[in-house]
């Protein structure tokens, strides 16, 4: 499976051009194509058979068979191979795939909200292309993923053990990147420049940035946390109205050869029933770059709220997991405030707890296009326990806990969720 953004030439670089390669080298295969519809298939049966008219006879010594040339449907001279293109739902009876590649088979965002159109995809697959497959056959599933229940989706839901996945998000996000860009580089730079990039996350919705351009779709409604749940301010409120503020940390294992583990820091204020975050910072970090983060953060904000006039003292909360001990043990005699927390019961169990906060309408974040790292807050928090990553969902239970326990000790106990 090759999951890509849209106009990043994933069809020009396979679907445009492997077939005939593949023929060149294996005359007596069979290649079918299949697009969203009949005049894209077309287009790739027309240009795969103009590459083999150039260049076969010189490369391959093969060449078309004119008996059989028309731009979807053509064989090779004196082999028994040739590719069939054709639309969803276009007839392959009786034809056979030694290889089998599906090219965006969803057009649009309204086909991919339609469950009718998933399901009939989803029985083109089972009744009718998974059955054509030869002994041996390889497929190629190419798609920009437009809704977590496409075929893919579905595919890798019932068997992902046989699914080699390559995913390209348009950003690159971790260290174990595809192509082994720096963090925050963008897919192709030299074509669209990087502000092409910046731009599109800035003026996405969360949902279409994260499912078209990041190949992360998620949940249109969310899991633990719906996503209409989530409040967003543009003006964060002036310092000095805040009751309390914390930072809240969630610290990474120094693992180098875990490249999916992230270091979290959050800084929360609360106004009376209602919480703020503030700003975060998360990375994939070894030890010493999570104390540098974890001081800078701290210098940062120090000198802020001084400045501002905040005289309260600020807990800086540290999970005793992971680095989270040696971080409290090397910086408790530097920075006071540091609270060592022992997090209760699963994972699942704390955000259920602190998700009538979000229900309610009390947590509110940043407007996602002015901090553009809001995109990946939602989404974690809308698929959770389901995605991929919860470290945002750790640091944020956390602080939540922390300021509902707060309250709680203040009216005497009889305070309780419902």
């Known amino acids: 499976m090759v999951f890509m953004p849209p106009r990043h030439s994933k069809s020009q670089s396979i679907t445009e051009t492997l077939p005939s390669w593949y023929l060149g080298k294996y005359p007596n295969k069979r290649v079918i194509e ?29 060449r078309i068979d004119e008996r059989q040339g028309s731009v979807t449907d053509w064989a090779l001279h004196n082999h028994s191979g040739g590719m069939l293109s054709v639309g969803v739902g276009g007839s392959i ?27 009939r995809l989803w029985d083109e697959w089972e009744d009718t ?53 720096e963090i925050g580089r963008g897919l192709w730079v030299e074509h669209y420049g990087q502000n092409y990039y910046e731009d599109k996350k800035k003026f996405s919705s969360a949902r279409s940035w994260l499912s078209l351009w990041q190949q992360k779709p998620s949940s249109d409604i969310g899991n633990i946390f719906k ?62 770059e999570t104390k540098k983060a974890f001081v800078v953060f701290h210098h940062k904000y120090e000198s802020i709220l001084r400045n501002s006039g905040f005289k309260k003292s600020i807990p800086k909360l540290v999970e005793k997991k992971a680095n989270g001990p040696a ?45 553009s790292w809001v995109y990946d807050y939602i989404d974690e928090l809308a698929s959770f326990p389901s995605g991929k990553h919860n470290d945002q969902v750790d640091t944020t239970s956390q602080a939540l806990e922390y300021f509902f326990t707060k309250q709680k000790k203040v009216m005497g106990g009889k305070i309780k969720r419902v």
């Open 129 to 181: 292309l998974s059955t054509r497959l030869q002994k041996g056959a390889k497929v190629i599933l190419i798609l920009t993923r437009w809704h977590e229940d496409d075929l893919a989706g579905r595919l890798l839901e019932k068997e992902q053990e046989k699914w080699t996945v390559l995913s390209i998000p348009a950003i690159a996000e971790s260290r174990n990147d595809p192509l082994n860009r």
């Open 93 to 119: 009876t009786g034809e056979g795939a030694d290889l089998l590649i599906i090219d965006d088979p969803i057009k649009n965002r309204q086909e991919a909200e339609s469950i009718t159109y998933r399901n």
């Open 327 to 371: 971080i409290i043990s090397s910086l408790k005699n530097e920075i006071s405030g540091i609270i060592p927390i022992n997090p209760q019961g699963s994972k699942e169990t704390r955000a259920e707890a602190i998700s009538p906060e979000f229900q309610s309408g009390n947590v509110y974040i940043p407007n996602p296009k002015i901090q």
């Open 227 to 288: 996503r209409n749940w989530f409040q967003h301010y543009d003006v964060l409120p002036n310092w000095e109205q805040f009751d309390q503020i914390i930072t809240s940390w969630d610290m990474a294992f120094d693992n180098t050869t875990n490249k999916s583990s992230f270091v979290v820091g959050q800084i929360w204020g609360k106004i009376d029933g209602d919480k703020y975050l503030i700003d975060q910072v998360r990375a994939q970090m070894n030890f010493l």
């Open 34 to 62: 299949v697009s969203y519809a009949s005049s894209l298939a077309e287009k790739f049966g027309r240009r795969n058979r103009a590459k083999i008219e150039e260049f076969g006879k010189e490369i391959f010594n093969i």
